[in-house]
């Protein structure tokens, strides 16, 4: 079949490596996405049972995993720490392609998460500090007054990362990819982790 906007189809079901492949395919979005190729859609449980999802950034990925960074007090840091596992997922419209992740979580180190924050602008920084995120706020009042007054405090020098602001790695157990075909007879190729090793397998659309 011809592939989507001059893109090569597929690796066949020999392919080994399905980091190789998605650093394959996160290169092409960042080529023709036009704005975030590297968001993804983060799904959680929450206390009661119910799943929650929300957009976040990827930070990086290795064959340790997939890291995003996040305030520790939020709805997603309290649902990870009670429970340990997620799923993400991928979608880049431009490219008719997603990618599918699960697997257990794991916090960075502090040594990660120092060197990640500091390259982070100057202002997200002290928005790190500012923000008590996913909880109840008066107005935006409010929010200028925190933002002010961290702004004071860090007025001079680097600013140091909040206690509670770090990351987490999803620690990939399946990888499925997807690539849109004709007729809705879409290509699907999902990589499953075995010991150390990735086995693969096609499965109907």
């Not at 998460?113 to 008066?138: C, E, H, K, L, N």
Request: hydrophobic letters at 40%; one cysteine or more.
């Amino acid at each position: 079949m011809t592939p989507n906007n001059g893109i090569e189809p597929m690796a066949p079901l020999s392919a080994a490596d399905p980091l190789a492949l998605f650093d394959a395919w996160l290169k092409s979005a960042e080529g023709l996405e036009p704005n975030d190729p590297n968001a993804v859609a983060l799904a959680t449980v929450g206390g009661d049972g119910m799943p929650d999802v929300r957009m976040v950034l990827l930070k990086g990925f290795d064959a340790r995993g997939f890291v995003f960074y996040t305030n520790l007090e939020s709805c997603k840091g309290k649902q990870l720490n009670d429970n340990q596992k997620a799923s993400l997922c991928f979608h880049w419209k431009s490219l008719r392609r997603q990618v599918r992740v699960e697997g257990a979580v794991e916090s960075v180190s502090d040594k990660e998460a120092d060197a990640y924050f500091a390259t982070r602008p100057r202002d997200a920084q002290i928005g790190a500090w500012a923000s008590q995120q996913s909880r109840p706020m008066a107005g935006q009042i409010e929010l200028e007054r925190r933002i002010a007054n961290f702004s004071a405090r860090y007025a001079v020098g680097a600013v140091p990362r909040p206690p509670h602001w770090s990351g987490f790695r999803v620690i990939p157990r399946r990888i499925e990819f997807w690539e849109e075909r004709p007729f809705r007879l879409h290509d699907r190729l999902v990589f499953l982790r075995d010991g150390a090793n990735w086995r693969s397998e096609r499965l109907y659309p």
